[in-house]
């Protein structure tokens, strides 16, 4: 990859050494991360009703979007300020972190009073001006990849970000738009183990924008595992069939408490092997 400077800087004798740095009681690129919550915050109730049915089954990290870039203008645009107020206030009283996403830079620094963690958008990962900002705040940055970018595009905008001063950037396989419409993205794992070869920064992946399908998540979040991931994102709604976005691929806490069984379970396999491996 050409002009990758700090996406690539702790390459020694050929390895990388793993970024890693703390959210809260979190180590990121050491400990597994579980982001889960809905996909917008609708009401102060439904945010902390999710809040605790997540932190009860395991996540670490609280999601929740509060400025929604849709397709449709028409479609739900989020509460604004006041679901970052409820969407912190959700973490607090759990103790959970919190991550919501920032779709303009005249946003960030509203935002960062509220989130541990900024989030950058598909949309958004080319938005280069939205990428200097949030490089230049102290808060990590989770960056979705774009649905028609490559890789190397993916890690040319991480460039951005640390670049302007951030270091502490989490990359997302979030699927990408091929000629498939039975599933909302097409996720691509592979980019998942050739991202991890080529930084050191760590990657997540998100099954639920990935596939659009709740009967998908469970089969792609144990895939990712496999392939090597540092952690999920996944939405989780109190009542999927009333939320007031992607109501499709959102697991109800019943659903996300089981696949967080098979998640432990998974890891532990996956640590036994590769213990094995070395």
Known sequence: ???????????????????????????????????AGPCSVESEEQIMTAAKAVKAAGANMLRGGAYKPRTSPYSFQGLGRVGLQYLSKAG??????IITEV????DVYLISEYADVLQIGARNMQNFSLLIEVGKVGKPVLLKR???ATIEEWLNSAEYIMNAGNPNVILCERGIRTFETYTRNTLDLSAVAAAKGLTHL???VDPSHATGR?????PMTLSAIMAGCDGLMIEVHPSPSHALSDKEQQLTPDQFKN?????RETLTFRDKLYVKKD
Do not use: H, S
Request: no cysteine; net charge positive.
């Open 202 to 204: 760590p990657v997540i």
């Open 259 to 263: 696949l967080m069984e098979e998640v």
């Open 92 to 97: 607090k009283e759990t103790g959970l972190p």
């Open 1 to 35: 990859m050409k002009n990758l400077k700090f996406v690539t800087a702790k390459k020694q004798n050929g390895i990388y050494r793993k970024t890693e740095f703390r959210i809260g009681d979190i180590t990121v690129g050491k400990d597994f991360l579980v982001i």
């Open 214 to 218: 709740v009967d998908l998540i469970r």
């Open 146 to 148: 774009g649905m028609n």
């Open 103 to 106: 779709i303009d830079p005249r």
